[in-house]
Antibody, heavy 114, light 112 residues
């Protein structure tokens, strides 16, 4: 069975950094495309980052380009999101998602506030 | 970016009655590989989204057959043949045919 478990969320100050982790089981992150999707309070879902399972190529939405970086560790079978230069508008629940959004983690809350 | 527009945004329904949600995209969702990457999700309060439908009309494993998806090009529909209590929550459409992938604004289904 497929499991995705996010961690690393919490309170950060504007301009600060956080690193989200997603531990997966039931499949290998090296063989599946993986994504980060976020949901700000009361807002629609927003896809923000993608990493190709086959090539490792990455793609980020313009709203986070240059500030967030998606990566993976095949040995640890984990996905990561390094978030720098955080803004108040980055406050959201962040989800780790497999492939074409077939499987989702439970999400981790990131709050950016002074 | 492709803009996904859902209607209605709020849908009061009667248990046992049908319901329908529309999703329109700002450009055709036919991918260069010939497939149409239009998905439907259901999110209950406090829970993660769950994918119900992929590639317009294919139900995911475990999804009841009262859910059906249809459409083509830029116009898509999710139908629930007979609404049950567990169906309340917010429904989102999403396109995966064009970078970046985008979601609709959501349709909240509630029981009358």
């Amino acid at each position: 069975e497929v499991y995705l478990v996010e961690s690393g969320g919490g309170l950060a100050q504007p301009g600060g950094s956080l690193r989200l982790s997603c531990a997966v089981s039931g499949f290998s992150v090296s063989t599946y495309d993986m994504n980060w999707v976020r949901q700000a309070p009361g807002k629609r879902l927003e896809w923000i980052s993608y990493i190709s399972g086959r090539s490792g190529a990455v793609w980020h939405a313009g709203s986070v380009e240059g500030r967030f970086t998606i990566s993976r560790d095949n040995a640890k079978n984990s996905l990561y999101l390094q978030m720098n230069s955080l803004r108040v508008e980055d406050t959201a629940v962040y989800y780790c998602v497999r492939g074409h959004m077939a499987d989702w983690g439970q999400g981790t809350l990131v709050t950016v506030s002074s | 970016d492709v803009v996904m527009t859902q209607s209605p945004l709020s849908l009061p329904v009667t248990l046992g009655q049908p319901a329908s949600i529309s999703c329109r995209s700002s450009q055709s969702l036919v991918h260069s590989d010939g497939k149409t990457y239009l998905f439907w999700f259901h999110q209950r309060p406090g829970q993660s989204p769950r994918r119900l439908i992929y590639e317009v009309s294919n139900r995911d494993s475990g999804v009841p057959d009262r859910f059906s998806g249809s459409g083509s090009g830029t116009d898509f529909t999710l139908k629930i043949s007979r609404v049950e209590t567990e169906d309340i929550g917010v429904y989102y459409c999403m396109q995966g045919s064009h970078w970046l992938w985008t979601f609709g604004q959501g349709t909240e289904v509630e029981i009358k």
